[in-house]
């Protein structure tokens, strides 16, 4: 991985640490049923973005806490990590 890669990781990694995010986190696990949408299971559950928004203007990312719940799904461990194998998250300029 890159540098820049490097930083947006560690970056994105502390957002995810922000009130604002464990916030809407509880908001959409509770939504989901506390289950991974796709097995069902309630072990190791993550909120995972179905897209990812970067302002046109700017370049500039959102942050995780400024999606609609439309976006984000409860997925576990597994099921997050094989849909990242097999699809990639669509980013849209907005």
């Known amino acids: ?22 916030q809407l986190r509880e908001i959409i696990l509770a939504r989901d049923g506390h289950c991974c949408r796709s097995c069902g299971t309630n072990n190791g559950l993550h909120i995972h973005h179905r897209q990812y928004h970067r302002d046109k203007r700017t370049g500039e990312w959102k942050k995780p806490w400024e999606y609609h719940p439309v976006f ?9 990590y094989e849909g990242h194998q097999h699809y990639s998250i669509p980013v849209k300029d907005i």
């Open 1 to 22: 991985m890159e540098a820049t890669q490097t930083l947006q990781k560690t970056l994105y990694d502390l957002q995810l640490q922000h009130p604002r995010w464990k």
């Open 72 to 80: 984000l799904v409860t997925l576990c461990d597994s099921c997050h």
